[in-house]
């Protein structure tokens, strides 16, 4: 069965509105989780990493006010995209980990966010 | 740095055909770990296998078969008799001994044609 449970998988919004994506770890603790998101007929590329508990790290070109990240638990992590805008339409997925590493990769199934 | 070369955008092929998709990397980690990823019109990724740095070995999983040369860092992906239902796009991915950030390439759209 599924071991990372994202929600919802998809979205549609207006511009100016925020969206939450929920991504949850279902079998073990996630200590860090990654948000990775995808635009259309690209690849997917790290958004930001963060530690429960701590703030989120973000890649180098990735607004920190406009996709705020939640991890205040080690089963739940959420992604906010703030006023959202048509630019912000893309596929996003959490990948949760295991502290001190992991033997395995696990992905969530992915929001598909469009802002009309 | 890390990086995962695919150098094949889209590949089209008819029904029963062989095809090879092309995975380059280029890492300075000793230990590491390379991935395959199917991902269908849903968005999903789907595991296809993982190789470590340590092991060479090719693998075949039904009509699928990998080989991994670290000698040239590739990681090719060949469905043998391709199906309509393989048509989806495919991502070479690389990560670190800890399973940290994934570098995705670039991915590779198959159409498979009846």
């Known amino acids: 069965g599924a071991v990372v449970s994202q929600h919802p998988s998809w979205v549609i919004c207006k511009s100016g509105t925020s969206v939450k994506i929920e991504c949850r770890s279902l079998?073990?603790?996630?200590?860090?989780m990654f948000w990775y998101r995808q635009f259309p007929k690209q690849s997917l590329m790290l958004m930001a990493t963060?530690?429960?508990?701590?703030?989120?790290?973000?890649e180098q070109g990735v607004e920190k006010d406009k996709f705020l990240i939640n991890h205040a638990s080690l089963t739940l992590s959420t992604l906010t995209v703030t006023s959202a805008h048509p630019e912000d339409s893309s596929f996003y997925i959490c990948?949760?980990?295991?502290?001190?590493?992991?033997?395995?990769?696990?992905f969530g199934q992915g929001t598909r966010l469009t802002v009309v | 740095a890390q990086k995962v070369t695919q150098a094949q955008t889209e590949i089209s092929v008819v029904e029963k055909e062989d095809v090879t998709l092309d995975c380059v990397y280029e890492?300075?980690?000793?230990?590491?770990?390379l991935f395959w990823y199917k991902q269908p019109p849903s968005g999903e990724l789907v595991f296809l296998i993982r190789?470590?740095?340590?092991?060479?070995q090719n693998e075949i999983s039904g009509r699928y078969s990998w080989n991994f040369q670290k000698s040239t860092s590739s990681f090719n992906f060949t469905i043998t008799a391709s199906q309509v239902v393989d048509s989806a796009v495919y991502f070479c991915?690389?990560?670190?001994?800890?399973?940290?950030?994934?570098?995705f390439g670039s991915g590779t759209k198959l159409n498979v044609k009846p």
């Open positions: 890492t300075r980690d000793t230990t590491y770990y």
């Open positions: 991915a690389l990560t670190g001994w800890n399973f940290n950030k994934f570098y």
């Open positions: 990948s949760p980990t295991l502290q001190g590493g992991r033997t395995e990769a696990f």
């Open positions: 079998d073990f603790q996630a200590t860090t």
């Open positions: 190789r470590n740095s340590f092991d060479e």
């Open positions: 963060s530690n429960e508990g701590s703030k989120a790290t973000y």
